[in-house]
């Protein structure tokens, strides 16, 4: 079954400090991963997308990187901000199958001052 | 480019009602998917209008129908409302169907 897990469930840290999320997924093939930030209420915003190929793709203060061989994608948040404060998901396309996207449950960031 | 627009924001009905929403995609998008996000699921796929025909169709009991006119607007429709249809429900859109979807701001449902 092509499954998308997300860790950890929630996280808190303090303003200017790193984190890194994580994305173990089992779906395969895929054609591409993506990394969306959403704000309470809101809609999702794409913040990477990098195809089954790439190793690494940055969009400012994110960086997600991907390692095909272990089915894991990581997403990097550099010196944080209380504007990242969000929930992060983790989306991967099957190139087979009946659904076009897999999402996982995502990660729900807060920062803090 | 106007962003993908969804109405209304949100909604309070009561069990046993039915449901209209609306979703605008951006402009020359024609491929809308619906999407149901509660807190414990995450999202969940309900189905997908692409030049009016629907495509692809989630695990959703038939209550959850959905239309595309012939300007790609959608709406979905959910009969005999339940409490637990309380959700998020997300439109996205994108130019064909292999494109980036792009989501919009959400219809917050409430079943009372």
């Known amino acids: 079954k092509n499954q998308v897990e997300q860790s950890p469930q929630s996280l808190i840290i303090l303003e200017g400090k790193n984190c890194t999320l994580q994305c173990n997924y089992t779906v395969s093939p895929f054609s591409n991963l993506r990394w969306y930030k959403q704000d309470t209420g809101r809609g999702p915003v794409s913040l990477t997308i990098m195809t089954f190929s790439e190793n690494t793709k940055s969009n400012g203060r994110y960086t997600a990187t991907l390692d095909a061989d272990t089915k894991q994608s990581s997403l990097h948040i550099t010196a944080s901000q209380l504007s990242d404060s969000a929930s992060y998901i983790c989306v991967v396309s099957p190139t087979s199958g009946t659904y076009k996207y897999i999402f996982g449950t995502g990660t729900r960031l807060k920062v803090l001052a | 480019k106007a962003g993908v627009t969804q109405t209304p924001r949100y909604l309070i009905k009561t069990r046993g009602q039915q449901v209209t929403l609306s979703c605008s995609p951006i402009?020359?998008?024609?491929?809308v998917s619906w999407y149901q996000q509660t807190p414990g699921q995450g999202l969940q796929f309900l189905f997908e209008?692409?030049?009016?025909?629907?495509?692809n169709k989630g695990n959703f009991p038939g209550r959850f129908s959905g239309r595309q006119f012939s300007n790609s607007r959608s709406e979905m429709n959910v009969s005999t409302l339940e409490l637990g249809d309380s959700a998020l429900y997300l439109c996205a859109s994108s130019h064909g169907r292999a494109n980036e979807q792009f989501f919009g701001p959400g219809t917050r449902l409430t079943v009372l």
């Open positions: 209008y692409f030049s009016e025909t629907q495509r």
């Open positions: 402009s020359g998008h024609r491929s």
